[in-house]
Every structure is written in C-alpha cells, then in structure tokens.
C-alpha cells in the first residue's frame, strides 16, 4: 500500500515540478522566490504547485503586484521562502545523520544547524541583501530573528512527523530507500503548515516580507519591499516574547518525538 503511495507521489512531484519550472519563467516574481518554489515543490509536490498556482501566478498580464499583495499570499511567500532554504540543510543533515547512525537528538541538532545555517546566511541574507541596502552585514542581522522564530517552528513539526514515521517504517532510516524521501516530504510539509502562522506574525509586523513583483525596466517593487521592511516593528519585548514561545513550540516537538519515536 505505503509503494504505490509513494510511487504515485514521486510521479506527482516530477510533473509538478517541471510545470512549476516552466511555467514560473513567465511570472513576474524575484528570482530568488522563484527557486523558492521550485525547492518547494520538489519537498512537498502537488502541494507546492498547488500553492504557486494559487498563491504567486499572475492572473492575467499586469495583475501580479495587486494579486500578491493579500496578506495571505504575502506570508506564503514568507513561510515558502524559510522552508526552502531551510529545507536544503534540514536533508542534508538527514542524510548526514542516517549514514553515520546519530542518536536522535544530535541528528535533530545537526539538521537544526544546518538548515538554520543555510537559511540564514544563504536563502535569507545573501540572497535578500538588496533590501538591506546591498549590505550583507545588516541583512544578517535583519533576517535573523525572522529566521530563528520561522526555522523553530518549521523543527517543531517535521521532528516529530520524521522520527515518528521512521520508527514505523523499516528501513526507512536509510536515505538509499523511497521512505526516507517520502517522509522527510511529508515532514517538511507539516513544517510548512506549522510554520505559516508564525510567519503571518512576522509579516504582519514587517520583520519579513513576502512575494515581490519584478517587471523588465522597472524596480519599483523591489524598493517598495525594501521600503516594507523599515517600517515601524514590534518592540524588543514582543519580539522575546515570541522567541520564547517559539522555543517552547520547538521543545514541545522535540519531546512528542522521544516519547513516540
């Protein structure tokens, strides 16, 4: 039952993403959620082509910057954005910690810097600095609290999905087998939908920004979003407070996995 399943996603995912990769060329979108998409679709397939269709492909010519800037869409191109990035070192990590048979907490603890890591400083700062003002200094320090609180939540949920899953599927420890990538699939897809409300938070207060519009001989939007993210921010002890829980989300997550796993 589980290989026809997992036969028919994998079948799903491909088309999905060679549609999105085709398709996206003619979206008026940054270049960087573009690829976001793209990673996306290939962690959660039909889901992510579903939420491309849905949330960031422009209707008709001329409607893009009006279409995303819904508070909804905005934040899906927020948590879409953390998860992709994220997502890259979180597999890595997987695989890293499967070949050399970690212990559960220190594969969660080498996914966790990983993922943050290439979250932060390549998918998040490198890739956003321009509305730092092209610095990379100041975009590493813009994006990590967005970071830190979104990459918790997403840790939150694919934990206990991962090892959960793992522990009932026999051999599925192994990245050499279909059901590692299955369920890591179906793990990042959970770190999305838990991930979501804490970026509408983040959005909500600009600490992060979500779709952009980028049109040939025009760069109004892209300073516009630069512009979004200097707006007025929640102060210092509403942002520890949602670091805080944002800890708390994480631990809860940890501890599901240890006691079911």
Known sequence: MLDGVMLLWFILTAISVVFIAIDIRNTPESVVLK????????????????????GCREPLPGLHERYVAVRWRQVLGSTMHCVAGDGVGILVGAVI????????????ALEYVLGFGFGWTIFQALFMKDTAGGSYSKALKNTFIPELLSMNCLMAAMVPVSSIWKSYVPGSESPLSPAFWFIMS??????????????????????????????????NTDQQSSKSMNMEKPSSNEIAIMTVLSFIILAAGIAIALIFS
């Open 35 to 54: 690829w976001g998409f793209i990673l996306l679709t290939l962690y959660t397939g039909p889901f992510g082509a579903f939420l491309y269709a849905l």
């Open 97 to 108: 910690g499967s070949v050399l048979s970690f212990a559960l907490l220190a594969d969660i």
């Open 186 to 219: 179906m793990a990042l897809l959970a770190g999305f939908i838990a991930a979501y409300p804490m970026n509408w938070w983040l959005v909500s207060n600009h600490l992060k920004h979500g779709m952009m519009t980028v049109r040939p001989k025009n760069e």
